[in-house]
C-alpha cells in the first residue's frame, strides 16, 4: 500500500476500543478529504476499523500488516 497519511497516530499498547477513540479524536481536527494513519498492535482493530469508518461515514481505505503492527489508513469524509 503507497499511501502518504496526511497525519499519523500510534496506538501501540493501546487496546479496545482506544485505538478507535483517539481515531475518533484525531479525525475531528482533521480536513475532509485528509488520510489518517494508525498503527497498533491489536488485532481487534483490523475488525472495529472497518466498522468505525461505515458508521461514521468515513473511507476506510485499507490495512497492512508489518512486523506485528496494523497500518491502517483512513479517510475523512
Known sequence: MDLKPDITI???????????????????TMRSGQVLEVVA???????????????????FL???EVEGKYHVYVRKA
Open 10 to 28: 500510534d496506538c501501540i499498547g493501546l487496546y479496545c476500543p482506544m485505538p478507535i477513540v483517539n481515531t475518533t479524536k484525531q479525525i475531528k
Open 62 to 64: 485499507g490495512i497492512e
Open 41 to 59: 498492535d491489536d488485532e481487534g482493530i483490523k475488525q472495529d476499523m472497518p466498522s468505525w469508518a461505515k458508521m461514521t461515514g468515513n473511507e
